[in-house]
C-alpha cells in the first residue's frame, strides 16, 4: 500500500471498547478479537471461578476457512492525501474497527456467550 498523508479536522469519538480498533492513516493489517463470557445474575452472590471459557464449545470452535482470493487487476495512483473535515462516532464496540484511510487485510472475530441466572420464583 503506498503511503499517503491523512488530515483530519475534527473527530468526536465517546467510547471505544472491548478489544476495538480506531485508527487515522493506512494500515496494513488489523486484527480485533475478543471473547466475552457476560453474565445477569439475580442476587449478589458470586463463586469465583463458576464461568470459563474452556467450558463452552462457542470458544473452542475453529473460524471457518477465508474464501480464496478474487483475482482483480487494477492500477491506483493515491497522489491526493486523505481529507475528513467532521466525523462524530457515538461507539465502536466489541471487535470492531473505525478506520479513516486504507487498510490491506483484516479479520475481526467475536465470540459471546450470554448467560441470565435468575433465582427460583419463591412464591409457587
Do not use: C
Not at 24 to 29: A, E, L, N, S, T
Not at 63 to 71: A, G, V, W
Request: glycine fraction near 6%; avoid cysteine; charge should be negative.
Amino acid at each position: 500500500m503506498g503511503e499517503r498523508m491523512v488530515y483530519v479536522d475534527n473527530v468526536d469519538v465517546t467510547s471505544i471498547l472491548i478489544s476495538s480498533i480506531f485508527t487515522i492513516g493506512d494500515v496494513y493489517r488489523a486484527a480485533p478479537t475478543s471473547n466475552i463470557l457476560a453474565v445477569q445474575k439475580e442476587g449478589s452472590e458470586y463463586i469465583p471461578g463458576t464461568f470459563k471459557f474452556k467450558d463452552y464449545d462457542i470458544f473452542n470452535l475453529e473460524p471457518s476457512p477465508p474464501l480464496p482470493p478474487i483475482t482483480i487487476t487494477t492500477f491506483t495512483y493515491q497522489n491526493n492525501p486523505i481529507v475528513v473535515d467532521d466525523i462524530e462516532i457515538k461507539g465502536v464496540s466489541t471487535a470492531g474497527v473505525f478506520q479513516i484511510g486504507g487498510i490491506d487485510h483484516i479479520i475481526s472475530k467475536n465470540r459471546t456467550k450470554h448467560f441470565r441466572l435468575l433465582q427460583e420464583d419463591e412464591q409457587m
